[in-house]
């Protein structure tokens, strides 16, 4: 560093008159790649997450589930499951589409993954009492490139929610 | 949006750090610089992209990178003041044959390479060194007398200055 003021000083340059000048190439370059970090920090390229809410006579289903994803990132789909019926449910089945479920590499089910039947993934959930919120969280990591829909099915005894979902995997 | 920030950060973090260890630090690297400046990279990466390793994080980042390499460029060619904050000035180690010993000092450059420069310009003498400057790259330009100018007297060889 040179901070002295009565340091030797090298023979300095003329002075130029500057301006902001660019070659073509550079005057659409530029902005462009500028664009990248500004749509980031805008959250254009990151995860973004939807809510789906269904309410029937005896359930209240809310699925938060990652709409956009990232190759290779860890995220969690919840399920939250009320019986907002007067009376415990003895089974709820909570389904997953195989198709969406093989979008995704490292599936993980909380509870555990019960079975899979006629390319459904199923979770069962036993005595839910009336009035209770059960959770069931699938951990998932981006595998294929691309829009993946699929539909959550929740099925008791008496009746059956579908909601469908959607995630777009981006390189 | 993390990103972003963190590569702003190191950005920022890696210009103060290298304006502080000094000009020598950007060009003759001993093997053991040569090593640090190389572990730079694996130490903020990690930090940098965390465990997202997606191309479109990693484009991000680079892309990130490029603004900023080009915002500090086109702010030190319009500003002097943003341009010595970032480069600093070209350090003068040799003024009309005599050492610069404060700078010689400050910027850790021993005699025996402004001689090793002197020598790779066909000089031998450091009474025919009009200018030896230390630039802002780290490089050192040797600028002899023209054949009118005369080399100061032999017998003194050093200014000092604070």
Known sequence: MNEDDDAPRPPQPPPVDKKLQFYRLQWVGIPLLMLIPILALLNVFGVSWETAVTTSNTLTVQIKYPSRDRYQMSNALEIHIENNSQEAIPTIIVSLDAEYVTSFSTVTFYPELDEIINGQYQVKLENVQAGETRLVVVEIQGKAYGRHKGTITISTPEEEVAVPIHTTIIP | ?162
């Open chain 2, 1 to 162: 949006m993390e990103t972003v920030i963190r590569v702003l950060f190191v950005y920022v973090f890696l210009l103060v750090g290298l304006r502080i260890m000094g000009k020598r630090e950007f060009s003759q690297l001993s093997p053991l610089e040569l090593v640090t400046l190389l572990l730079i990279p694996e130490l903020v990466s990690q930090g940098i992209l965390r465990e997202d390793f997606s191309l479109t994080n990693g484009l991000i980042a680079v892309a990130t990178l490029f603004s900023l390499v080009f915002l500090s460029s086109l702010l030190q060619y319009h500003s002097t003041k943003i341009s010595y904050l970032i480069s600093g000035n070209a350090c003068v180690l040799v003024e009309h044959g005599r050492f610069v010993p404060a700078h010689l000092n400050k910027e850790r450059i021993s005699p025996e390479e402004i001689y090793s420069e002197m020598r790779r310009s066909g000089l031998e003498r450091l009474e025919q060194v009009k200018w030896a400057i230390l630039e802002t790259e780290g490089k050192i330009s040797i600028i002899p007398f023209d054949r009118e100018e005369h080399p100061p007297e032999k017998d003194d060889q050093s200014r000092e200055t604070s």
